[in-house]
């Protein structure tokens, strides 16, 4: 089984802080993605990377950051926190391919900057 | 661009009632269509999949058919448990664009 973990279930952070979260998953997947899940939004790319070093902007950069060092590794940061940056986020991988890409989830990170 | 409509919810049903959540879509092209359902505390999952037309994706009892002359996805179980209770989100995927899009979710509360 695809398995993706997550460094952290919950995090609290306060505003400006500089905060990373982790992704790594084991099934050798080139692509990899960050969402944001917010009630009534549904779910928000942020970002995504289809190799190692290489990355993409999705539906909502603004105010973050990411890093592909290793291909099993996806990190997320968030380089001066806000309090509007307090969410739900949910990393995925897929493997090669185009088309019909199936996406493996992580458990969530639930962020909470006061 | 390609755009996933999902029924709003809440849905709140009975032990043993039909489902049905409705999902239709925009997109150029002919998309791969999912069904993840997101249990409470946890992350998403896939649920079931058709990647063409007139396709029929099946799991756990829940079944969806890829209707393309009304850009459709609709989720159907005959028969819903308490253990379903879930987030159910309706997605696409398009040609070599490695991203899904998402609809907003739909909330179902099971009932014994």
């Known amino acids: 089984d695809v398995k993706v973990t997550q460094s952290s279930r919950y995090l609290v952070k306060r505003t400006g802080e500089k905060v990373f979260l982790e992704c790594v998953q084991d099934?050798?997947?080139?692509?990899m993605f960050w969402y944001r899940q917010d009630p009534g939004l549904g779910l928000r790319l942020i970002y995504f990377s289809y190799d190692v070093k290489m990355k993409e902007k999705g539906d909502i950069p603004e105010g973050y950051s990411v890093s592909r060092e290793k291909k099993e590794r996806f990190s997320l940061i968030l380089e001066s926190a806000s309090t509007n940056q307090t969410s739900m986020y949910l990393c995925a991988s897929s493997g090669p391919g185009v088309g019909y890409n199936e996406q493996f989830f992580g458990p969530g990170t639930r962020l909470t900057v006061l | 661009g390609n755009s996933v409509t999902q029924m709003e919810g809440p849905v709140t049903l009975s032990e043993e009632a039909f489902l049905t959540i409705n999902c239709t879509y925009t997109a150029t092209g002919y998309p791969s269509l999912f069904w993840y359902v997101q249990y409470p505390g946890e992350g998403l999952q896939l649920l079931l999949k058709a990647t063409k037309a007139d396709d029929k994706g099946s799991n756990k009892g829940f079944e969806a058919t890829y209707r393309k002359e009304t850009t459709s996805f609709h989720l159907e179980k005959g028969s819903v448990q308490v253990s379903d209770s879930a987030v159910y989100f309706c997605a696409l995927s398009y040609g070599s664009n490695y991203k899904l899009t998402f609809g907003k979710g739909t909330l179902l509360t099971v009932n014994p």
């Open positions: 099934m050798d997947h080139e692509n």
